[in-house]
């Protein structure tokens, strides 16, 4: 799916750019407001980037041109966080994230090798108890089914951690066949990342009768039927993000030239206002995007 640059830099469509800039903006609001925070409360809060990538991937349309990645954007938002945490589980990865110290030389940054998850969980996680009246925005950008549930759990009962996710619908739909039931092994690995797997005994018990309940057109032809399942699977996500999490946001969903959905990007939270900004950023992108349709 993803290709790389002759050294070894991701080359991104038009799709994850729109990503980073929705990233870009919503980091802005939110250091803006924690920033403020500090004033009374607030001791520190930290930008935690769990998939930090190439640093710097090329664009697929014209791939001289170099873009911002997510470690990029964040240490430009200001103000600046009081710390900023990248892991990679890349060591060439991780290279690059290093150079960045020198880009930024005023920047508190911690980078870790290794998989986001042992590393969150047991490095990160540990530093942020609510008492520590520290906050900490964490931004899960896996290519697929990286992000296991447990971590999302842990995350969230630290109560002082929102995630912004980019959950990969493509990763679970490939593992879904048409014509048959799926590999107890796959079962296996959508349950590690949705945290159950009652729905998938209940699409594959009756796939349109769910598909008609939930968007009502028995109708439908078949052929956007993927589309349904993307929209399915984007909010069945989301349901199991609020059974943990009090404020999520609206799914908005990343969709490639061909307007297949591979992602759905959505913010999780303890805080109301930070759902409604993100609501906001992401409807104000929905309308500009179905306008240049
Ligand atoms: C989609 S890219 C991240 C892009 C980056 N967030 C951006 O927007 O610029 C995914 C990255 O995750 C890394 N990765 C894959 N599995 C991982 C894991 N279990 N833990 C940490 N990093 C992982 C890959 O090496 C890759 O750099």
Redesign the pocket.
Known sequence: MSRLGSEGE?IIGRW?EE??DLLAKYLKAYSVIMNEQKKSWLRAYYYI??????VR?RAKEDEQRYID???VRALQTEPQFDGYWF????PR?VERVQRLRAEFPNRVIDVHQ????KVLCNEIVPQLPYSSKKRAFV?L???GL?VDWETVKELANTRTCDIFVNFSVMGVTRRLPRDQNPEPEAIEQLSKVMGSTNWITEIYQEPRGIQQELFGNPTEPTSSRDTIQAEWLASLYTQQLQSLFRHVSKPVLMRNSTNSVLYALSLASHNQTAIKITNEIFNRYEKLRNMGK
């Open positions: 991701d994850s990503k980073l980037d769990a998939f930090a990538g190439s991937p990645g997510s470690p892991v990679d589980v890349s990865r290794g998989n986001c998850n931004f950008d896996p290519y990286q």
